[in-house]
């Protein structure tokens, strides 16, 4: 029995249900019903998935479904597992979703719209020609514009961020366009087996060219620098089921798309390849958290975040590019499951996390950290998910990235001895990132954690807040539990992970062994984070218990908080979100560049005495205004100079047809 | 800059007057407990800023009166004695209040100078609540508008008996 096929009928089938649930069902049972068959969609395809790892392959040919193209589907160990985790976080989602869209978005059109997304991701991964999977892509990008635009009638921007989401994905569309076909051009036809073949006729121009090309395509879709600037805006504005579904599974298909295309369709490739990968991701993680860190608002602190954690895994992908190109296939499988289990990690707290800001969202309305604060009361239950989520999210031990991250700095450690020269330049440089990168990110979590939860409401909202109803706890739940487990017991995904590294990198010799303690293969490290967890613990319970004890000698006093007798003290003391980020935007002054503008007023009577001070700070993304301002300020004129050939006459423009037409003719005559 | 900053104290040398006799007598209960050294919190709750000056001058290079165990800090609860100085103002009661219970047991409070003793010359003023012993229990007063650093430094000895 094929799970695999058994798998993805279930999908399919529940998939297209769902999605008529949602235009046939009534209001009040729509979200139940299309959230429910979402999330078994979802559930199917983790069991396709899982299905595919563990060695069971499907395919399937339909030359006669898509005119032209056909469609051509093949299941394999790389698929099946960004198949699985785009799954669970459908899941997932898709429950928390019953909840949610209630109050915002259950209308007929995201409701009917969610599960084909669901369904477009699940798609992507198995395609197995350029013209099924662009189809797929196509839908993916579409289908999630859709969602992201559902609360546009309430909110002015989510129109803003559609339109740069809408204009960036299709730049990026055109790119994988460009690439795949002159790829396809050199082959038999369009299937991934033909492309496979053909990958060793091509010149290495060529090659380079398919290869820069795509990775531009899909570099954007991952939210890499500097084609990252849609997914701050995007993923903020879009509901927060589907944030989470977009910033944890639909940016995962950017990796997959640089894994599959340039490891499995063009061979590996040369080095300059993969050092271009391993730089865009150093940047990308830095940059990325830099401005998280910066950022005041929630949910696109978690875009940067986003951001950030791509960069960490095609910094992984980049090296086991590199050590692959130089016959290192070892640890080229340890830096590419380092890679894979990022993914699969990201995605489990980044799952997580977004669901506990849409939980605060719903609750206060409000995304802006600075009026929050004191969740910690009225919402337990998120306050202990979002806290979970930022422990995983911050590389501390007892955390899910930290193990991955790990294994990342020990690949890229262990390539060093054995690399040549640009490789031994860029090696130090990436893990110094990949360290940066994890102190900044736990001075983010902190922030977003200790100013978001703990302390004093901010405002009414926050002061008022009540816990989201039951489905959306179980949502923010089952990803917790997926957190723990990636955290503590990583050994149950790794030797399935490692497989699909192994055979990616081109080694039979799994990259990392042991369910518990996790060792590597042919370089010396081990680690353990479940016995780290528990020592952790122990020393924690330790420390307390000793506390307790050597407290309760003297007499505990109730004495009055010290307030500089002033008292009492509000929650405008507390420090804020821009306050807390203040000393970092200090020492990254150069690379931030905050605008900052302070105006005093005076009474007229006199100039000792202030009236008013007002005090301005914005952190615009640099990038965005050294590289898409003047890019789109060209555009403007263009279009201007465009203007002026069409003025509105009928025969002007028949004039240009027919001069055009002539000037065809002539140039075929004359090239004959 | 460090250097020239050593050689400044190299040339200058000790500025410390001489110290006086220590005190005969100690001031309270209190101070036997605080053992020769004793933490200081100031509160200025409405002077003129004549006896802070003053306050300043004990605590500087001349009078030093750090050499005597007695040292300012920045919070009650990290302080053995209030020092303060002024009438208590209207504004300033509430928070003289709590600055006293602030600071832990066993406790001493200094006024300093005329006004907060019996409000100087601004007693009978419409912001003024009273003098300082009519906001805290006080232990030792100096007198003197504003007191001479010697009559602080001397009202601290009696403190840190020192």
């Known amino acids: ?672 | 800059m460090v250097l020239s900053l050593w050689r400044k104290i190299r040339r200058t040398g000790r500025v410390a007057e001489p110290a006086p006799p220590p005190p005969d007598a100690a001031a309270g209960p209190a101070v036997a407990e605080l053992a020769g050294s004793v933490q200081i919190r100031h509160v200025d709750a409405g002077s003129c800023n004549g006896c802070e000056v003053e306050i300043g001058s004990a605590f500087g290079p001349v009078y030093d009166a750090e050499r005597y165990g007695a040292r300012l800090v920045a919070a009650p609860r990290h302080a053995d004695a209030l020092l303060v100085t002024g009438p208590v103002t209207r504004n300033m009661a509430v928070a003289l209040r709590r600055t006293y219970e602030a600071t832990p047991e066993p406790k001493v409070v200094v006024a300093v100078g005329d006004c907060a003793r019996d409000c100087g010359v601004f007693a009978g003023s419409y912001g003024v609540a009273g003098a300082v012993r009519d906001v805290v229990p006080v232990d030792v007063e100096i007198s003197g508008c504003p007191p001479r650093p010697e009559a602080i430094v001397a009202a601290l000895r009696s403190l840190t008996g020192r």
């Not at chain 1, 084609?227 to 599974?249: C, D, F, G, K």
């Not at chain 1, 830096?335 to 669901?355: E, G, P, Q, R």
């Open chain 1, 1 to 672: 029995m094929n799970l695999v096929a058994l798998g993805l009928g279930a999908a399919a089938g529940a998939g297209v249900a769902s999605a008529l649930m949602g235009l046939l069902v009534p209001r009040p049972a729509r979200a139940a019903a299309v959230g429910l068959g979402s999330a078994v969609t979802g559930a199917a395809g983790v069991l396709a998935g899982i299905a595919a790892m563990t060695g069971q392959t499907w395919s399937m040919a339909a030359p006669e479904l898509l005119p032209i193209a056909g469609v051509f589907l093949e299941v394999d160990a790389l698929g099946g597992l960004f198949l699985a985790v785009a799954g669970a976080v459908a899941a997932v989602a898709a429950i928390y979703g019953i909840g949610y869209s209630r109050h915002h978005a259950d209308g007929r059109a995201p409701q009917a719209v969610l599960p084909l997304f669901v369904l477009t991701l699940l798609i992507v991964p198995i395609a197995a020609s350029v013209g099924t999977f662009l189809v797929c892509w196509e839908l993916m990008a579409l289908t999630s514009l859709l969602l992201v635009l559902t609360e546009h009638r309430r909110r002015a921007q989510v129109g803003e961020a559609g339109r740069w989401y809408a204009i960036m994905t299709h730049l990026g569309f055109m790119a994988i366009l460009i690439g795949l076909l002159v790829f396809t051009a050199q082959a038999a036809d369009d299937t991934f087996p033909a492309l496979r073949a053909a990958a060793a006729t091509l010149s290495p121009a060529v090659a380079g060219l398919v290869f820069l090309m795509i990775l531009v395509g899909f570099g954007s879709k991952a939210g890499v620098l500097p084609l990252h600037a849609w997914l701050p805006r995007a993923h903020p504005e879009a509901p927060s089921h589907v944030s989470a579904l977009m910033s944890a599974a639909m940016v995962n298909a950017g990796v997959y798309g640089i894994v599959r295309v340039g490891f499995d369709l063009l061979g590996g490739g040369a080095r300059w390849w993969w050092l271009v990968v391993l730089l865009l991701g150093a940047l990308s993680a830095v940059y990325g958290i830099l401005q998280a860190a910066m950022s005041t608002d929630v949910k696109r602190l978690l875009g940067y975040s986003t951001t950030e954690n791509m960069g960490l895994v095609l910094v992984g992908v980049g090296a086991s590019g590199l050590f692959a190109s130089a016959g290192n296939t070892v640890l080229a499988a340890l830096a590419m499951a380092a890679a894979l289990l990022h993914v699969c990690n990201h995605a489990a707290f980044k799952t997580l996390l977004f669901l506990a800001a849409g939980s605060v969202l719903h609750a206060t309305g409000s995304r802006d950290l600075d009026a929050l604060g004191g969740l910690r009361r009225g919402m337990p239950a998120t306050t202990a998910a979002f806290g979970l989520g930022a422990l995983a999210a911050s590389a501390l031990p007892p955390g899910t990235a930290f193990v991955s991250e790990w294994l990342l700095l020990q690949s890229l450690i262990q390539g060093l001895p054995n690399a040549g020269i640009a490789t031994s330049i860029v090696l130090p440089v990436a893990v110094a990132a990949v360290a940066l990168t994890a102190g900044l990110a736990v001075a983010t979590f902190v922030k977003a954690f200790g100013v978001g939860f703990l302390a004093r409401p901010r405002s009414d909202a926050a002061a008022n807040a009540a816990e989201s109803p039951a489905t959306m706890l179980a949502g923010m739940g089952l990803a917790g539990v997926a957190c723990v487990a990636l955290a503590l017991v990583p050994g149950l995904a790794l030797p399935l992970i490692g497989r699909v590294a192994g055979g990616i990198a081109g080694t039979q010799t799994a990259p990392a062994t042991g369910a518990l303690t996790i060792e590597l293969a042919e370089v010396t490290g081990t680690l353990s984070p479940f016995l780290l967890t528990v020592a952790l613990l122990a020393a924690a319970v330790l420390v307390v218990v000793a506390l307790r004890v050597a407290a309760a000698r003297p007499r505990r006093q109730e004495a009055r908080l010290w307030d500089c007798g002033a008292g009492p003290m509000s929650a405008r003391m507390e420090y804020t979100a821009t306050s807390f980020a203040e000393p970092l935007q200090r020492v990254f002054d150069n690379v931030v560049q905050p605008v900052q503008d302070v105006d005093v007023t005076h009474y007229q009577e006199s100039r000792y005495l202030v009236q008013a001070v007002e005090y301005r700070r914005q952190i615009p993304d640099r990038i965005e205004r050294r590289f898409y301002e003047p890019v789109l300020l060209a555009v403007a004129r263009w279009g201007r100079a465009g203007r002026r050939l069409a003025t509105g006459s009928v025969h002007r423009y028949l004039g240009y047809g027919f001069y055009t037409l002539c000037a065809l003719l002539i140039a075929l005559v004359v090239m004959r």
